[in-house]
């Protein structure tokens, strides 16, 4: 079993960036998929980004393509998601999660460990 925490969330200008961690317990980090999901108040949630298992591999919304990055340390294992050029729509409680069976993923009915969650909010 995973558990995982997520931090590094908080208020920030439209215009400027944070960037997400997402720390996970266990020896076995190397073997899951990561993503990170994001749901706003009355909406659904939703994929923002997700990468492989080594690292190679990358997948994003295209909401967020070439103002978010997703990388991980498997060392460390944890997880980031660095985010530049923020605005509004970005403000959401943002969610890691962990799939052991793909090696990369973006529907989220396929991860099987989930955090906590962070809150991000972007004043205009």
């Known amino acids: 079993q995973v558990q995982l925490v997520e931090s590094g969330g908080g208020l920030v200008q439209a215009g400027g960036s944070l960037r997400l961690s997402c720390a996970a317990s266990g020896r076995t980090f190397s073997s899951y998929a990561m993503g990170w999901f994001r749901q706003a108040p009355g909406k659904e949630r939703e994929f923002v980004a997700a990468?492989?298992?080594?690292?190679?591999?990358?997948k994003y919304a295209d909401s967020v393509k070439g103002r978010f990055t997703i990388s991980r340390d498997n060392v460390k294992n944890t997880v980031y998601l660095q985010m530049n050029s923020l605005n509004s729509d970005d403000t959401a409680v943002y969610y890691c999660a962990a799939d052991r069976d793909y090696d990369i993923a973006i529907m989220g009915a396929v991860y099987d460990y989930w955090g906590q969650g962070t809150q991000v909010t972007v004043s205009s």
């Open positions: 990468i492989n298992r080594s690292g190679g591999w990358t």
